[in-house]
């Protein structure tokens, strides 16, 4: 049962502009209360060029605890880390911080092992599959990485973004796990199709790739939390795909920013 919310409650923040879409607080509070933790997580709109600012403000508060990032802060975070996970040392991008003994912020990213997690939930089994992944941004850097390490034969990887694409590619194809290379909106082929991008959030957004080419043979996953199923994830299981949906995926991602959140 949760404590009401009082100068004794333990105080986190999810950072981000916008900040009005996150449902996170609630959840986030929700998961810590379940495991008998008095904290609680606020909404703070903060533009970019704030960011650093609005950081060693709250750092001065002795009662915020950590800091959940989300669009556009994520790679913004990570140069404000003293220390981060060798994760996030090579994506290079955080999601999550808690204070270092010396007050200083420890980083970590879960959005791709959670992504990962989240589908293998939903009986997909990524080893040896070849896979496309629409979005090289925070979230979508962590997908390619932990499909990698998940054992994706290939994976292929598009973005508008020429280049934060082949920064990506180029780094993850470093790594010699499988070939890595540049994808398009064309998901033929493909056994696994993941849209990383916010496209999809807005009633009108078009399809962030070509749904006409899905096949009732591909898992199909979205990022995005709100609509709770997309436009894509809505075509894809009109094909017959296997999906998961941001919402499935942020499950998995609460249960370990907590777990992070909480360890001493």
């Known amino acids: 049962m949760s404590e009401p919310l009082s100068g004794a409650s333990r105080v986190h923040f999810i950072v981000g502009d916008p900040i009005a879409q996150v449902k996170s607080p609630a959840g986030v509070s929700q998961a810590f209360h379940a495991r008998g933790h008095n904290a609680y997580v606020m909404p703070a709109h903060v533009a970019p060029a704030d960011l650093a600012a609005w950081l060693a403000g709250v750092s001065l508060a002795q009662n915020v605890d950590g800091i959940i990032a989300t669009v556009p802060h994520k790679f913004a975070c990570f140069d404000l880390c003293a220390s981060t996970s060798e994760r996030a040392a090579f994506l290079r991008t955080v999601n999550t911080l808690r204070r270092n003994a010396d007050g200083t912020w420890h980083g970590d990213m879960f959005d791709g092992v959670a992504f990962v997690a989240a589908a293998r939930d939903q009986a997909c089994v990524p080893e040896g599959k070849i896979a496309l992944l629409v979005g090289a941004g925070g979230a979508g850097s962590a997908i390619a990485h932990a499909l990698v390490m998940a054992g994706v034969s290939h994976l292929a990887i598009h973005d508008e973004d020429t280049t934060r ?57 979205c990022v995005i939390t709100a609509p709770a199923v997309t436009s894509l994830i809505a075509a894809a299981r009109a094909k017959g795909c296997a999906t998961v949906t941001g919402t499935q995926m942020f499950g998995r991602v609460r249960d370990l920013m907590v777990d992070f959140l909480l360890k001493a």
């Open 165 to 221: 694409r082949t920064t990506l590619v180029e780094r993850l194809a470093g790594l010699n796990h499988c070939p890595v290379t540049h994808g398009s909106a064309d998901p033929s082929g493909f056994d696994i199709v993941v849209n990383a991008t916010p496209v999809g959030m807005k009633e009108a957004d078009p399809y962030p790739l070509d749904v006409s080419q899905l096949t009732s043979a591909m898992f199909v996953g």
